[in-house]
C-alpha cells in the first residue's frame, strides 16, 4: 500500500471509532434524561459488540465469577492478564461485570481480590465502603449506562474508619478535620452492635456492610428498578487481610 493511502485509512478508522463511542454515550444519556425512548436506546447500544463480550453476564454469573476469582487470588493461582492487548478494545468503552463500593484502604485492591483484569470492575472506594451521593450516582451510572449486573459492597478487617466509628460512639472521641465525618458516618451501624456478643468492631464491620446494601436496595428508584426487573444483584462482604478471602454476609 501506498505511504498517501495508509495514513488516510487510519484517520478513517479513528474516526469511524469515535462515531460509534459518541453514539453509545449520548444514546445512554438521552435514555436517562428521558428524551430517547428505552428501546432506541438499546438499539443504539446493541448496535455494535461489547468491549468484552465475556463481561456480558447476569447476577448470578456476575456473583460466580467474582466468588471464583476471589478463590484464585486466595490460593495463589491467579490468572496471567494481558494489559497490553486490552487497551484498544476498551478505548471504545466499558461494560464491567460488577460494581464494588469499597475501602479507600490501600491494603485492598479489588481487581487483585478478584483476579480481574482491566475493564471488569467499576471501583467506588472511600473509606469505611458506606453511601456517599457522589457514591451513590457513580453506581447508578454503572448499573443504567454500563449495564454492570452486580454491585458488591466490600468491608474488610481491622478497619480504621470503623474503628473511629467505634471510638466516637463508646468513647465520644472527636477527630480532626473532616476524619470526623468518616465516624459520624458508621456510627449507626455501630450503635446497632453496642451489646451484641462478640467484638464490636468485627461486628460493626459486619454491620456496615449490611446496612450499606441495604441504602443501595432501598434509597435509589434506579437500583430498586433494576433489582426488580432482576437485573441487578446487591451483595455484601467483607474482605480478611491475612488471607485474602472474601466471606459473604449479606
Do not use: W
Not at 76 to 105: I, M, S, T, W, Y
Not at 186 to 194: A, C, N, R, T
Amino acid at each position: 500500500m501506498c505511504n498517501i493511502c495508509e495514513p488516510q485509512k487510519e484517520t478513517k478508522k479513528n474516526e469511524r471509532r469515535s462515531f460509534l463511542r459518541l453514539a453509545g454515550i449520548s444514546a445512554s444519556t438521552l435514555m436517562l434524561s428521558g428524551i430517547l425512548p428505552k428501546q432506541a436506546a438499546f438499539a443504539a447500544s446493541t448496535a455494535s459488540t461489547s468491549p468484552k463480550p465475556e463481561n456480558d453476564l447476569n447476577p448470578q454469573q456476575a456473583l460466580a465469577r467474582l466468588l471464583a476469582g476471589n478463590t484464585r487470588y486466595v490460593q495463589g493461582v491467579a490468572k496471567r492478564h494481558d494489559f497490553v492487548a486490552e487497551r484498544e478494545a476498551l478505548v471504545g468503552g466499558q461494560n464491567p461485570f460488577a460494581a464494588v463500593l469499597g475501602c479507600a484502604d490501600s491494603r485492598i485492591a479489588p481487581e487483585y481480590a478478584f483476579d480481574t483484569s482491566r475493564g471488569d470492575l467499576f471501583a467506588v472506594r472511600i473509606a469505611g465502603n458506606f453511601v456517599t451521593t457522589d457514591g451513590l450516582a457513580s453506581l447508578e451510572y454503572a448499573v443504567a449506562v454500563l449495564g454492570t449486573p452486580l454491585i458488591l459492597v466490600l468491608g474488610h478487617d481491622s478497619c480504621g474508619a470503623i474503628s473511629a466509628g467505634v471510638k466516637a460512639v463508646q468513647e465520644d472521641t472527636k477527630f480532626p478535620g473532616q476524619i470526623q465525618s468518616l465516624a459520624d458516618a458508621v456510627k449507626p451501624s455501630v450503635e446497632k452492635v453496642l451489646k451484641a456478643p462478640g467484638d464490636i468492631l468485627e461486628n460493626a464491620i459486619t454491620q456496615n456492610v449490611k446496612d450499606t446494601v441495604s441504602r443501595l436496595k432501598h434509597e435509589s428508584p434506579i437500583l430498586s428498578d433494576a433489582l426488580e426487573k432482576g437485573k441487578l444483584n446487591i451483595v455484601g462482604g467483607v474482605y480478611k487481610l491475612s488471607s485474602g478471602k472474601v466471606e459473604m454476609v449479606a
